[in-house]
């Protein structure tokens, strides 16, 4: 081709760190506009679509070009401080563009669907529908439906709050022709603004604080559990509104978006938008497209929700910024708080992160300065903190790991019209399956991890690669038939409260029973402010407000106290102190019970009489003098294969070029360097079939990390040694599993 010819650099979603080079389609001429938009492009074989990342110049002596098929929008998707953004980090975390870039789509527009009309959906009653209402069978759905749309058309969220599973009547009525589903404007949803409660003198103070920020401000919402952090919410989001801008909010769990977008739609009269993995590609496509094009004003999601697009943005929310769930541990291994606040610099907005337990990193960066720190020291209205009290259960007779006291307490709380939550962070019904004569236990034979139990002792499963498989008559080993659980479960658990409170609801919380859409919301709808007892995992520990929740019972927490992990302190603490802050939100006083074989713990005790941030002053000291994060920064490789030696092969040949880079010499040379731990298995060996090892890369300056790894991860990919595993890269692990 013609030297000198605009050519496209296309970003494609390949595990290659390069653009690629394409002609423009025919007709068309390559041209900056281009930037930012899909583009479908021939790679092998196959058809891809990727987005076009700049615009070159061909070469006179380059090799011949392969055309573009299609551009896939009249305007870049990805454009301006959105664009940019995913540059960043894509340099940052050291993974290919294409793959960094696609990360920010949703599902329907990477495969190349067109941008979604945002209209809204409502349903109403035809003529036929009308004349045929009366001979209806009266009871069915429906009925029930149609007596709804008689009064009214109804958008689709208004039918989701009035009526359960009204969809399957809702076709049942359109097949019929008796309903149609029309399109409406968003605009139309907006609900009345209700009042909120008057602030509190503290709640005040940090609303005015993020009211007066001009342009970015990470800001640091610290409020015990309970004191009103969402109040702060909603009033800067409010003011934020009334500017005619644009506010995202981050939530780590599904199971707090329901919850969370009832209150919002209730106080800030505009429609909130919702964006999670429970939705449909085509809802989530419609959400982003709402928000691209500015009509979504309030965006609520999870994780990927950072890459909402914001033109006219003004504030972003970041809810239980400490949760471990807001690291992506595939793909790009990108972190949504640390990732909201560099988009929060870029668009010149006040980021405010909010937690009754923050991290250390958000911490260490508040008392540096970095931070604004706001403290929300009490609870609001009237709600006292819980009482806690350590059980010490040495040498005690335990009944599915209850004791008798823990026992009693719950009848007392059941007695006077509470509700009690019991908290185990182990889902299934016990964690072993052991055989009693010979010592054989149920092990995965993908993973280096015993199967849990499940189904009331009829089927193993693993937790690490989900194979599943029944439990077996007899021992393979011995033929005995005592196969015996062992170790205790939250399956277990309801088991045995079940049978003690026969007259309350018992409700179990994990994984296993929350599968369905919303089904988290739905069951603690339908457990309302009754007396019964609740028996949950982390997904309960999560900002869910139990008004009549008095008694919280903490059991299995002896295992957390005792951890190769250096963050399995903080992820305790935090656990502990979230799941402790449920009990007693309203008007009744709450009781904490944490039941230990280890009650001197050091932990428990500065937990107990000092709070979480006394057991941040001493763990951060820990942390500074070991030169572990916030006090060091990290890079972790990991490698995996079907055959043992090939991640070690691997990761010992990817070593090679940082050696040079390693800490040597004085003392000042020495801090100037990287330290290599490794390569080493794995903490678990063996997952899923694949063989596991990794490479630590610890470095007391980031720009020390970075630089390193821009010089060396590019080579990586060349390595003979790369072709045998597969392998990755996450600089800021959470875990070193």
């Not at 039918?159 to 409406?184: F, G, H, Q, V």
């Not at 009690?420 to 054989?440: I, S, T």
């Not at 990586?716 to 692990?733: G, I, M, N, T, Y």
Request: hydrophobic share 45%; glycine share 8%; net charge neutral.
């Amino acid at each position: 081709m013609p030297a000198d010819t605009p050519i496209l650099q296309v970003a494609l979603p390949v595990p290659l760190p390069r653009l690629f080079d394409y002609r423009a389609p025919a007709g068309v001429a390559a041209q900056p506009a281009h930037v930012g938009c899909r583009v479908r492009v021939p790679f092998g074989p196959r058809e891809l679509v990727g987005v076009v990342a700049g615009v070159a110049t061909a070469a006179a002596d380059g090799p011949e070009l392969r055309e573009a098929l299609a551009f896939l929008d009249d305007t870049p998707l990805l454009r301006g401080e959105l664009f940019e953004s995913l540059r960043w980090l894509a340099r940052y975390t050291h993974a290919p563009p294409g793959e960094a870039l696609a990360t920010a789509l949703p599902a329907a527009l990477r495969r190349g669907e067109p941008l979604p009309d945002t209209h809204a959906w409502a349903w109403r009653l035809t003529e036929a529908g009308a004349t045929a209402l009366p001979g209806l069978r009266s009871g069915s759905r429906p009925r029930r439906l149609a007596g709804l749309l008689h009064e009214a058309a109804r958008d689709e969220d208004a039918l989701d709050a009035a009526m359960d599973d009204w969809r399957t009547a809702a076709r049942s009525l359109a097949k019929r022709e008796l309903a149609e589903r029309i399109a409406i404007p968003a605009s139309q949803l907006a609900p009345t603004p209700q009042p909120g409660p008057q602030p509190n003198d503290e709640q005040a103070a940090a609303i005015e604080t993020v009211h007066a920020a001009d342009g970015f401000a990470a800001l640091l919402l610290d409020g015990v559990t309970g004191s009103g952090k969402t109040e702060v919410y909603l009033q800067a989001i409010a003011d934020c509104l009334a500017r005619g801008r644009q506010v995202l909010v981050l939530v780590p769990e599904i199971g707090l978006t329901p919850q969370l977008l009832s209150r919002f739609r209730a106080r800030l009269g505009v429609p909130v938008h919702a964006t999670h993995s429970g939705l449909n590609d085509g809802e989530r496509a419609r959400t982003w497209a709402a928000a691209l094009r500015g009509e979504a004003r309030v965006v609520v999601g999870t994780r990927s929700a950072v890459f909402t697009p914001l033109p006219e943005a003004g504030l972003i929310v970041v809810d239980e910024e400490h949760d471990a769930s807001y690291k992506q541990h595939d793909g790009i291994r990108y972190h949504a708080r640390d990732f909201a606040l560099v988009r929060g610099k870029a668009l010149d907005v006040p980021v405010l992160l909010g937690s009754a337990t923050p991290s250390l990193e958000s911490l260490h960066n508040a008392r540096a300065g970095r931070y604004a720190h706001l403290r929300l020291s009490r609870r609001a209205g009237e709600a006292k903190p819980p009482r806690v009290r350590v059980l010490d259960v040495r040498k005690r007779p335990l009944d599915a790991g209850l004791s008798a006291e823990l026992l009693d307490a719950a009848g007392k709380a059941l007695d006077a019209g509470g509700q009690v939550l019991v908290f185990k962070n182990r889902r299934g019904y016990a964690p072993v399956l052991l055989c009693h004569d010979c010592g054989w236990s149920a092990q995965c034979q993908r993973c280096d991890a015993p199967m849990t139990v499940h189904a009331g002792g009829r089927r193993l499963q693993c937790h690490h690669c989900g194979a599943r498989r029944p439990v077996p008559l007899a021992c393979p080993d011995c033929a005995s038939l005592a196969l015996q659980p062992q170790g205790i479960g939250t399956e277990r658990i309801e088991e045995l409260l079940a049978r003690r409170f026969d007259t309350v609801p018992v409700l179990r919380i994990d994984r296993g029973s929350t599968r369905g859409k919303d089904a988290l919301g739905k069951h603690l709808d339908a457990f309302g402010a009754q007396a019964g007892v609740l028996i949950g995992t982390q997904m309960l520990a999560k900002g869910h407000d139990l008004p009549n929740l008095t008694l919280v019972c903490v059991v299995g927490i002896d295992e957390g106290l005792f951890s190769a992990d250096f963050r399995a302190g903080e992820k305790l603490a935090q656990l502990l102190i979230q799941v402790a802050g449920r009990a007693g939100r309203a008007d009744k006083p709450g009781e904490v019970l944490l039941q230990t074989h280890h009650p001197e713990h050091p932990l428990l005790q500065t937990l107990v009489h000092g709070g979480y941030h006394a057991f941040a002053d001493g763990e951060l000291m820990q942390r500074e003098a070991a030169g572990f994060p916030p006090f060091a920064h990290l890079a972790l490789l990991r490698a995996e294969a079907k055959h043992v030696d090939a991640p070690m092969q691997f990761l010992r040949a990817a070593k090679e070029p940082l050696l040079p880079f390693a800490a040597t010499g004085s003392q000042e040379e020495a801090a100037a360097g990287l330290e290599l731990h490794g390569p080493l298995p794995a903490p678990m060996p063996r997952r899923a079939g694949m063989h596991r090892a990794q490479l630590l890369v610890s470095a007391a300056q980031r720009r020390t990390l970075h630089g390193a790894l821009d010089a060396v991860v590019p080579a990586l990919h060349a390595l003979p040694e790369a072709r045998k595993v597969r392998w990755s890269l996450d600089v800021d692990p959470v875990d070193l599993y």
